[in-house]
């Protein structure tokens, strides 16, 4: 279902925090790892689901890897509509490896978020 309502206060600070981490200088696999578990969250919402994948792609650009690149810039194209839409597949990281239309498990704290936030999870 379409997100209509800003991201509840517990889900946004624990995408902010994510973010956070995301964009401080340290090692790449922990902020990798952190704007993976920021575009789970984020997905719902067009506008943070949009930013978690600028981020992606600036971590793309300085890990000069051309294929995340190129993978990041498409989903730049369509985060934004497919959370309008709400057509996302849930649990997806966001990253290139990923398809980008395949769903994935989601780590049960932050499945236990959306739930909170009300968002269906599916089956």
């Known amino acids: ?10 889900l946004r600070a624990a995408y ?7 964009r401080t200088p340290g090692p790449m696999f922990r902020r990798w790892r952190a704007v993976e578990r920021a ?3 984020s997905q719902p919402w067009p506008g943070a689901h949009t930013r978690t994948h600028a981020v992606m792609l600036r971590l793309a650009l300085r890990d000069r890897d051309a294929l995340e690149v190129l993978g990041q810039l498409v989903r730049l194209i369509v985060a934004a509509p497919g959370s309008a839409a709400g057509q996302y597949p849930t649990g997806n990281t966001g990253r290139t490896r990923v398809g ?4 994935m498990p989601i780590p049960d ?7 909170d936030a009300g ?3 599916g089956a």
């Open 1 to 10: 279902m379409p997100r209509r309502t800003p991201m509840p206060a517990a």
């Open 16 to 22: 902010t925090a994510e973010m956070t981490t995301a």
């Open 39 to 41: 575009h789970i969250l």
């Open 100 to 103: 980008l239309t395949t769903p």
């Open 109 to 115: 704290d932050l499945a236990a978020l959306l739930r």
């Open 119 to 121: 968002v269906a999870l």
